[in-house]
């Protein structure tokens, strides 16, 4: 077992962190799958375990976690594609318009939001990452991640953005100009503003959906199994099935012709 330890003594190793992401997934799915008068937290289980083991010090090798994290959501948005592409264009045809207006108005409704919680003070890099993490929208936090490295905050901004969490932080009380080195450990700290933000939010994110969906079913009076049936017999109508036909030619003129 001395392996072991000497594993998780230093967690920036490669093994250890891959050992570790393959404890905080396995752990998490295991979380995800438990049962609670018929809710399920899923996947969201892996943040909750992430959060514990990030509490804990065991922090994988940040090259190693940015690379899980890329190769992650990149699977993410493919599988998404690839699940929903078939029946992308009949869906849109039939209530595109209806569930892209429901989608824009609660963009929208982020958005605002977040530009609210920016007048009143609160950071940029701070905001989004809360927006991201109330949605639940993963791929809006990587977006907002690469717009930061993209666009570089002023020093005074980046500066602004880290002492709302970390006023003591020696980047932030240093009084003379940074150097290259030190703009590049702040750009750095202010990039992970949004996914400590997000971190702090999902979890209400992910509660508040499951208790609007029970509040919404109470108030309605909605059966999931009722609906889920009649959403498929509305599927099967308007896909007519398939009809074969066994045609035998007798005309002697066409036999070889077809």
């Given at each position: 077992?001395?392996?072991?330890?000497?594993l998780?003594?230093?967690?920036?190793?490669v093994?250890?962190?891959?050992?570790?992401?393959?404890?905080v997934?396995?752990?998490?799915?295991?979380?995800?799958?438990?049962?609670?008068r018929?809710?399920?937290l899923g996947?969201?289980?892996i943040?909750?375990?992430?959060?514990?083991?990030?509490?804990?010090?065991?922090a994988?090798?940040?090259?190693?976690?940015?690379f899980?994290?890329?190769?992650?959501?990149?699977?993410?948005?493919?599988?998404?594609?690839?699940?929903?592409?078939?029946?992308f264009f009949?869906?849109l045809?039939?209530?595109?318009?209806?569930?892209?207006?429901?989608?824009l108005?609660?963009v929208?409704?982020g958005?605002?939001?977040?530009?609210?919680?920016m007048?009143?003070?609160?950071?940029g890099?701070i905001?989004?990452?809360?927006?991201?993490?109330?949605?639940?929208?993963t791929?809006?936090?990587?977006?907002?991640?690469?717009?930061?490295?993209?666009?570089?905050?002023?020093?005074?901004?980046a500066?602004?953005?880290?002492?709302q969490?970390?006023?003591?932080?020696?980047?932030v009380?240093?009084e003379?100009?940074?150097?290259?080195?030190e703009?590049?450990?702040l750009l750095?700290?202010?990039?992970?503003?949004?996914?400590?933000?997000?971190a702090?939010?999902?979890?209400?994110?992910?509660f508040?959906?499951?208790?609007?969906m029970l509040?919404?079913r109470?108030?309605f009076?909605?059966d999931?199994?009722?609906?889920?049936?009649e959403?498929?017999r509305?599927?099967?109508?308007?896909?007519?099935?398939?009809?074969?036909?066994?045609?035998?030619?007798t005309?002697?003129?066409?036999?070889?012709?077809?």
């Amino acid at each position: 077992m001395d392996w072991l330890k000497e594993l998780f003594a230093d967690p920036t190793r490669v093994d250890a962190s891959l050992l570790i992401l393959a404890l905080v997934i396995a752990l998490g799915l295991v979380l995800g799958s438990v049962s609670l008068r018929g809710i399920r937290l899923g996947v969201a289980g892996i943040l909750f375990v992430g959060l514990a083991f990030g509490h804990f010090g065991l922090a994988p090798n940040a090259t190693v976690l940015g690379f899980a994290r890329e190769l992650g959501l990149v699977m993410f948005v493919f599988a998404v594609g690839l699940s929903v592409g078939p029946g992308f264009f009949s869906a849109l045809r039939r209530a595109g318009l209806s569930l892209n207006l429901l989608a824009l108005g609660v963009v929208l409704l982020g958005v605002a939001i977040t530009i609210g919680a920016m007048m009143a003070g609160l950071a940029g890099p701070i905001a989004i990452g809360l927006f991201s993490g109330a949605t639940t929208n993963t791929p809006s936090l990587a977006a907002a991640g690469q717009a930061l490295r993209d666009q570089r905050p002023s020093d005074d901004a980046a500066r602004a953005a880290l002492a709302q969490v970390a006023p003591e932080h020696p980047l932030v009380r240093k009084e003379s100009e940074l150097t290259p080195a030190e703009r590049d450990a702040l750009l750095a700290e202010v990039t992970k503003l949004p996914g400590m933000a997000y971190a702090l939010a999902y979890p209400g994110g992910v509660f508040g959906i499951i208790a609007a969906m029970l509040l919404l079913r109470g108030l309605f009076r909605i059966d999931p199994a009722a609906e889920a049936a009649e959403l498929e017999r509305r599927r099967a109508l308007a896909t007519p099935p398939l009809a074969n036909r066994l045609v035998r030619v007798t005309n002697p003129n066409l036999v070889g012709d077809v």
